[in-house]
């Protein structure tokens, strides 16, 4: 539970950590009279030994770097296909030679030049956003994920770097890039600023989420969440964190219950804010489909290259992969 804790945002749940932890702590505190043949034992304070555990562990994994490269699996590439040869069709010595050969066919021939035409025109239209991008600067080495040439799907940011391709899942990089910024706010390491709704807005939960959110009300104005008791079933939202900007106040405040409800027993109180914060962070992100300029592009590339852990999004999953030169050149049988 504690290692598992530890890597919670850094694996996603199909994956899990191989390590071996050795602890020295003071005698006293193990409890070796919990079975009679001494084939257990049990640490005297199971919760300060979780908490140390938990903080070691992430605090080794902030120190590692958090820009670990992301290549695609070798069965991903696999599965890219060149694309067939086909021969044109609206070639005049092509269409000649053919009608020679078959003349009572030259009428299907027309319709279907006329038909690759139109399909030939539907393909060069572009399918994906490639503005007039900067030049990549000479030190290319300062920017480790390269400079942003288009975005494909209004999705996956396409970045040219020093030694590749790299691309970029702009929701769960942002997702991660928020959760980072509200954990300093948390930890106190930046102001946590909070906007104040024009109108507060009342969400309607049952009895025993109001009461959840009630006791961590205090936490939850650190991070610029500020509720209160508005009757025994609902909760009065006066401001939510500017880092969140327009966001879904209802989903928010429903989202946070629900993640008090799942965590609030079992977890220590760090830990429960930590699953807070990642739902804060998801209802803030740059969401999959929304349209980026080449400006914004490039400035979510600069953010990761200095925030920790924006290799793996708040589930775990890799926020960027890497076609190394040697990739391309292999899918375009150079090497």
Known sequence: GAVRGAYADMLARDRHAVLALFLDLPPEEVDVNVHPAKTEVRFRDPAFVRGFIVGALRHALDTSGGRSAQSPAASAMENWQAEPIVPSPGSASLRS????????????????????????QDLMAPSARAEAAEELPEDVARYPLGVARGQVAETYIVAEAE???????????????????????????????????????????????????????????ALGLAVERFGPAAMLVRSVPSVLGKSDVQALVRDIADDLAQHGDTLLLGERLDHVLATMACHGSVRA??????????????????TPRSGQCNHGRPTWVKLAHGDIEKLFGRK
């Open 97 to 120: 030679l053919f009608a020679r050969e078959h003349g009572q066919q030259q009428s299907r021939v027309g319709e279907a030049g006329q038909a690759w035409r139109g399909y030939e």
């Open 289 to 306: 489909g929304r349209s980026l300029s080449v400006a914004e592009m490039n400035a979510l590339l600069r953010e990761m290259e200095r």
């Open 163 to 221: 030694d590749g391709l790299v691309i970029v899942d702009q929701h769960a990089a942002h997702e991660r890039l928020v959760l980072e910024r509200l954990r300093a706010a948390g930890a106190g390491e930046a102001a946590a600023k909070a906007q104040a709704l024009l109108l507060p807005e009342v969400v309607e939960l049952d009895e025993p989420a109001c009461d959840r959110i009630e006791e961590n009300a205090d936490k939850l104005a």
